[in-house]
């Protein structure tokens, strides 16, 4: 019988956070260790990677009659967005791309461009209402620009990367984001 590290436990408890309050893992880091007991003492935070393992764990023991059909409606609706802006040759990230993707899941694209207004024009043009905020940078660099749209009640966040300075593709072996040709063949074997 395993015990679980005070690491562990705060990432269990972080990944139930996420998976049923919707919160982002920063957050979901300060609360676990709150509900814990332990915010007033220095301890050490697990990294997003454990967490991550965590969620997955938690989504199938206890949300596999949901999680996986909303995921998939997610990735859908980013396929329709990825489609509609492919000029800006379009990205997924995150939650949806990485198959964590719930229902307090947003849909995260990096699209590439040289000029953020563009965007913001074509979108005007479309009839599309968007606001304008900012979305910490992938390789932690700080923040970017970004665009969100609701669909479906779906926040789409559009985080704008310089054409020539998109972010590092694979952490830890990991493939960070993929195209929609990737994103499509996730659909195809339905992962």
């Excluded at 309050?21 to 979901?28: I, K, R, S």
């Excluded at 969620?55 to 329709?80: F, G, K, M, N, W």
């Excluded at 660099?141 to 300075?165: N, S, T, W």
Aim: glycine fraction near 6%.
């Amino acid at each position: 019988m395993s015990t679980l590290t005070l690491i562990d436990e705060i990432a269990a408890c972080a990944a139930c956070l996420i998976a049923e309050e919707g919160l982002d893992y920063v957050a979901a880091k300060k609360k676990a260790v709150k509900q814990m007991g332990l915010a007033k003492k220095r301890v050490s935070l697990p990294d997003n990677d454990l967490i991550e393992q965590y969620l997955r764990e938690y989504q199938a023991q206890y949300q596999s009659d949901t999680q996986p059909q909303e995921l998939l409606r997610l990735r859908h609706l980013a396929v329709v967005w990825m489609e509609r802006l492919a000029a800006y040759h379009p990205h997924i990230t995150g939650a949806v791309w990485n198959g964590t993707g719930s229902e307090h899941s947003a849909v995260y694209l990096i699209l590439l461009t040289d000029d953020e207004k563009m965007l913001e024009i074509e979108l005007l043009n479309r009839g599309v209402n968007f606001s304008i905020t900012e979305t910490p940078h992938l390789d932690g660099k700080g923040f970017i620009p970004a665009l969100v749209v609701e669909e479906q009640d779906v926040p789409v966040v559009l985080a704008l990367y310089p054409r020539r300075k998109p972010p590092v593709r694979i952490r830890n072996g990991q493939l960070r984001y993929g195209n929609t040709a990737a994103l499509s063949a996730l659909l195809t074997s339905r992962v």
